[in-house]
């Protein structure tokens, strides 16, 4: 599996990011922390999110290139999450975007073993991946912006952070 597929696997895994908006900076009120094991920051008050994610674990973290990527998720829909939804991916590596692609939920969701549409409520996921070989050490920066629709009204979720390659 490629690393790009790792990465929206990584993102589906946590059910699924926001475009056109200046990005929050933690303050003392606001933890922008994805809660648990990994290197997420929301991008805006969480509260605002149709997806309340719990818990975010990525063993190991950071991820290492060569072995399995285990992700952990848990969290609540607030609402059913249907076809039309999509995930906004970004990947740079230094000041060069690898990647900006626009992925459809309902589509990717059997890549987590789920289907569409998804269900209101509790959720408990788990993947395991396998990170490639070959992937150049440095540090990608990963945005990831969902939406129920094209509107961007609504956001499901959107996440940011570094991950780092070494050797
Ligand atoms: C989620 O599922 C795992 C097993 O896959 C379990 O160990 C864990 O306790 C569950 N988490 C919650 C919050 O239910
Ligand atoms: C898009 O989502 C928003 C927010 O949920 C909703 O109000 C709107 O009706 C939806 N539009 C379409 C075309 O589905």
Redo the contacts with the bound molecule.
């Keep these: 599996m490629s690393l790009i597929n790792s990465l929206v696997v990584l993102f589906c895994a946590t059910v699924v990011s926001c475009r056109f908006q200046v990005p929050l900076r933690a303050t003392d009120d606001l933890d922008l922390k994805v809660p648990g094991n990994n290197p997420l920051s929301f991008e805006h008050d969480p509260k605002d999110y149709t997806l309340q994610l719990h818990q975010l674990d990525l063993e190991p973290n950071p991820p290492a290139p060569g072995k399995p990527l285990r992700i952990q998720a848990t969290g609540h829909l607030a609402k059913v999450v249907d076809k ?1 939804s999509f995930v906004h991916v970004a990947v740079k590596w230094g000041i060069v975007t690898i990647l900006t692609k626009d992925f459809d939920l309902c589509e990717s969701a059997g890549a987590v073993d789920e289907e569409c549409p998804f269900h209101e409520g509790f959720w408990n996921v788990s993947k395991t991946v396998d990170l490639p070989q070959q992937i150049p050490p440095g540090t990608y920066k990963v945005e990831m912006q969902a939406y ?2 094209e ?1 961007m ?2 956001k499901i979720i959107c996440m940011q952070g570094d991950v780092s390659f070494t050797f």
């Design positions: 039309g129920t629709n509107t009204d609504e």
